[in-house]
T-cell receptor, first 115, second 114 residues
Framework: NAGVTQTPKFQVLKTGQSMTLQCAQD?????MYWYRQDPGMGLRLIYY???????DKGEVPNGYNVSRLNKREFSLRLESAAPSQTSVYFC??????????????FGAGSRLTVL | AQSVSQHNHHVILSEAASLELGCNYS??????LFWYVQYPGQHLQLLLK??????LVKGIKGFEAEFIKSKFSFNLRKPSVQWSDTAEYFC????????????FGQGTELSVKP
């Protein structure tokens, strides 16, 4: 089982360039999330999708857009990258709802550097 | 807006010392509570979770946490830490009236000296 797969693992961008981080899960999970992790800031929620067809803003959505392409895939797009978006990005998924099985499974992370 | 606070940013302990890491969250209602751990160079892993029932929750590796609803707290404890517990620990909260939103605290870095 692959779990949650993120691509790319590493990316260097110049200020103003655009890119899309891809995330796919094979666990038939309903909910998917994008977080960024910065030293001393923990994980901050960028966007989430509680179920296929819905997306909602998290704590730090500015400068990002998302697409829940289907139940498996949830992409994060930076339209015009800024140095402040240099971070490690994690995709995660979970069954959703309100059950005891509702635990996040994380991808391996994507390290993005914006020069 | 919902928030989760971890008051200790960096904790340094000697082996066999007891550990307590604080976690508080903003306003109440029905919540699901989690502690995750991230060992150096690894993914986040679940330590323990609270959904309902007994507010004292036991997790892996001897960790436990207590949910105190009146204090909006979910502190993590371990009676005797080991060098292998060196990691970063994250508290996370999901509110029942906010759909799927799941918010993490800032994290606490634990260093255990052998």
């Amino acid at each position: 089982n692959a779990g949650v797969t993120q691509t790319p693992k590493f990316q260097v961008l110049k200020t103003g360039q655009s890119m899309t981080l891809q995330c796919a899960q094979d666990m038939n999970h309903n909910s998917m999330y994008w977080y960024r992790q910065d030293p001393g800031m923990g994980l901050r929620l960028i966007y989430y999708s509680a179920s296929e067809g819905t997306t909602d803003k998290g704590e730090v959505p500015n400068g990002y857009n998302v697409s829940r392409l289907n139940k498996r895939e949830f992409s994060l797009r930076l339209e015009s990258a800024a140095p402040s978006q240099t971070s490690v990005y994690f995709c995660a998924s979970t069954t959703g709802g309100w059950s005891g099985a509702n635990v996040l499974t994380f991808g391996a992370g994507s390290r993005l550097t914006v020069l | 807006a919902q928030s989760v606070s971890q008051h200790n940013h960096h904790v340094i302990l000697s082996e066999a010392a007891s550990l307590e890491l604080g976690c508080n969250y903003s306003y109440g209602g029905t919540v699901n509570l989690f502690w995750y751990v991230q060992y150096p160079g690894q993914h986040l892993q679940l330590l323990l979770k609270y959904f309902s029932g007994d507010p004292l929750v036991k997790g892996i590796k001897g960790f436990e946490a207590e949910f105190i609803k009146s204090k909006f707290s979910f502190n993590l404890r371990k009676p005797s830490v080991q060098w292998s517990d060196t990691a970063e620990y994250f508290c996370a909260v999901k509110w029942g009236n906010q759909g799927g939103k799941l918010i993490f605290g800032q994290g606490t870095e634990l260093s255990v000296k052998p």
